[in-house]
């Protein structure tokens, strides 16, 4: 048994909460609209917003038009992720395997809990822990495995509570469209149109066979989606907290292409092993330690989970430049914390603007 936590319009709730004078106003969270003029893409935006038809995603140019005397804001991710990491923790202080999944959204598994009435019991505590200490109203959806969570979390947004059991899957899922089913995206939903396949109820029904030609191992995966069941269990985040590795030289050194080098080869030993446990990193942290023991760390957070060796590279020789000074160095470390699982959904979340 799962609950899956969705903060309700994210970035447009947690600027409210700051302007106060918001509350109720239609909000958009984005890139600047120039009077129309604008090139980037909507964000987010509030409920009130919604109701004149603006989305994520949508061009700010078109959310003008549909709303010119709408508020128009432009993301702050880092104020944004701290809200985020608030959240998350409330939620790992309940207790139960957590994993963060994007910036607003986390599964838990109550799987030792006896029934839904519990699990439902302990997501209302959920709600009003996260409204009390923070202000916001997230929705949440409890379901036998990780999919029918997330789909019931979507269901009766904003501030939504919404079960679906096993007995209930088959009359709830049916007929929502495919779409719904994590992982469909629009071209996939295009080809399953094409096959005359419109609801989770159509996907259900088809062979798995005649998935599998068309799709490969994809279409094996979501008649099984299509069915409620996941194979997924959750990671947790707390498994590993950090991965790392150090150097010690054979004497201490101020070569500054030996450091760079030395740290290099580290950073792709790391590299690899994220690929291969199928991690996302944060942060970076560098460790120097210079001749006679000082040992100096610092570190970057990037606004979203990455895999990749650039951010590495990048930051890590950004630190480096600082440290490399006259003094000899002993020794040089890294270090990839904030550590989340590379679920389907960071893909998601790594096409998002910030
Ligand atoms: P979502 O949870 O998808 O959206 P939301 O929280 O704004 O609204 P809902 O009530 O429907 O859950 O995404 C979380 C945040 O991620 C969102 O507030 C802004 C950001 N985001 C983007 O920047 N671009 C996007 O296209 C989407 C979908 C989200
Ligand atoms: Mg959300």
């Not at 100096?296 to 000074?325: G, M, W």
Request: with cysteine; aromatic share 8%.
């Amino acid at each position: 048994m799962f609950l899956h936590i969705d903060m309700d319009s994210f970035f447009a709730s947690a600027e409210v909460i700051r302007h106060p004078e918001l509350q109720g106003k239609p909000l958009v969270i984005g890139a600047p609209p120039k009077e129309g003029k604008g090139r980037g893409v909507v964000s987010t935006c509030s409920y009130e917003a919604r109701k004149f038809g603006i989305h994520s995603a949508m061009p700010v140019s078109r959310a003008w038009v549909l709303c010119p005397h709408a508020i128009f804001l432009p993301p702050d991710t880092k104020y944004y992720q701290v809200v985020s990491q608030r959240i998350m923790k409330i939620l790992i202080s309940f207790g139960y395997p957590f994993s963060q999944v994007s910036i607003d959204e986390a599964y838990i598994d109550v799987s030792t809990l006896e029934n839904y009435e519990s699990a439902q019991n302990l997501a209302g505590e959920i709600k009003l822990s996260i409204l009390n200490s923070e202000g916001l109203t997230c929705s949440i959806g409890i379901g036998p495995s990780m999919v029918t969570a997330k789909i019931a979390s979507d269901l009766n947004k904003p501030d939504g509570l919404v079960i679906i059991r096993p007995e209930t899957i088959i009359p709830i899922l049916s007929p929502l469209p495919v779409r719904t089913v994590p992982g469909i995206g629009k071209k996939t939903c295009v080809i399953l149109d094409g096959m005359g396949i419109k609801t989770i109820g159509d996907l259900m029904n088809t062979d798995v066979q005649k998935l599998t030609e068309k799709f490969g191992r994809f279409g094996a995966r979501m008649s099984e989606l299509s069915q409620g069941i996941d194979r997924e269990a959750i990671r947790e985040n707390e498994s590993f907290r950090s991965v790392s590795r150090e150097y010690t030289f054979e004497e201490d050194t101020n070569d500054k292409t030996l450091v760079i080098n030395t740290l290099e080869i580290l950073i792709n030993e790391l590299h690899n092993v994220i690929i291969a446990e199928k991690i996302l990193f944060k942060t970076v942290t560098v460790k120097i330690r210079y001749t006679g023991f000082k040992t100096y760390t610092r570190s970057v957070t990037l606004n979203h989970p990455s895999q990749a060796i650039i951010c590495i590279k990048e930051n890590a020789d950004k630190i480096l430049a600082d440290f490399i000074k006259k003094d000899k160095i002993r020794l040089v470390g890294i270090k990839l914390s904030n550590l989340l699982p590379a679920t389907t959904r960071q893909t998601v979340l790594a096409d998002f603007i910030f």
